[in-house]
């Protein structure tokens, strides 16, 4: 793919799930139904797709897991995750883009749907004089990866969804002795408490206006 802007050489890519009940955001069930988990992981990849759309990035992607849908805005490159694991997705993601196109590659999940455009193009800013880019959790992983060049080695094996994931991922990008930038703290949305945490945080977002419109049902 031809870069969009000749000023920007940094690509993004979302990793996701296809938003299908019972197969996304499974800590949330209980206390929401599948169908509600499922709308609210919906709105999030929504979120996040839009404010990919509007960074400066010279090619989108989405690597998904499963069947693009309605909620898919044009402009992105969709590409099958590949890999046994969590970690491994990660790694074959981050190959796969910088093998379409040879430059640095943001990664984020759909998780964070407070995610703005701003952040996004900081992580490309940041890529011009560091090799990494590493936005952490609240809950101890990381919301953001960046990488000037890929390293399989970064990723291989790295243990995921622990509380010391970001820890490890430190551990190592220190070990390699690079040069690495930390953009702000974001919360991963993963329980009921969390929910209700990033849409009070984004209150004009889709993922509040969804957490909204589930009402009275909706723990408190």
Partial sequence: MT??????ATQIVVIAKAPVPGAVKTRLTPPYTAREAAALAEAALRDTLSAVA???????????LGEPGPWLPTGYDVVAQRGDD????????????WAALPVPVVLIGMDTPQVTPAL??????????????????????????GQRRPDPALLTGLPMSRPDTGALLMERIRAAG????????????????????????VPSSRFAATLAALGADAPA
Wanted: overall charge negative.
């Fill in 3 to 8: 870069p969009a802007t000749s000023g920007n």
């Fill in 54 to 64: 509007a960074a400066p990035a010279a090619r989108r992607v989405l690597a998904l």
């Fill in 86 to 97: 969590l970690a491994a997705r990660l790694a074959a993601a981050f190959a796969d883009a």
């Fill in 120 to 145: 996004l193009a900081e992580a490309g800013r940041l890529l011009g004089g560091h090799e990494i880019v590493v936005g952490p959790a609240a809950d101890g992983g990381f919301w953001l990866l």
């Fill in 178 to 201: 690079v040069r690495a930038a930390l953009l702000p703290e974001l919360t991963d949305v993963d329980t009921a408490a969390d929910a209700r945490a990033v849409a009070a945080r």
